[in-house]
């Protein structure tokens, strides 16, 4: 593993998703999901999110719309959240939940608008 893009993806995963989140990630790894960890750490969070030519709150509406694509939706929920550290508005999420809707189907939407609705709750965000 290369540890300069380890360091550098685990400074931007911190950045988006919490540093608490990332930490309790790492210290629940353990010898089976130790080595993802960090592999993902490195080369999703390093070289994906480390890529300045996109900034990191497009890249989160990116990720929330192909997440939710996907119908992943415990991490488009971790997702979620870390698009609003990154300076998206509900506004925004709104729409790529729209977007979702008309590629993806109604009820994939409705699942996106489930967890968002949980999201921006949390944050107190009306």
Avoid at 56 to 62: D, I, L, V, Y
Wanted: net charge negative; charged share 25%.
């Amino acid at each position: 593993m290369d540890q300069d893009l380890f360091e550098k993806g685990l400074e931007q995963r911190k950045a988006t998703l919490g540093a608490e989140y990332v930490e309790n990630n790492l210290a629940k790894a353990d010898d089976f999901t130790l080595p993802f960890q960090e592999a993902m750490t490195a080369w999703c969070w390093g070289f994906g999110w480390g890529d300045e030519t996109i900034d990191a709150k497009t890249r989160s509406m990116m990720n929330l719309a192909m997440i939710g694509a996907l119908g992943k939706m415990t991490e488009w929920e971790i997702h979620c959240r870390g698009a609003l550290n990154n300076g998206v508005t509900k506004k925004e999420i709104q729409a790529i939940i729209h977007v979702v809707g008309i590629y993806c189907g109604v009820p994939q939407a409705l699942e996106c608008f489930r967890v968002a609705r949980k999201v921006l709750e949390e944050r107190g965000i009306e």
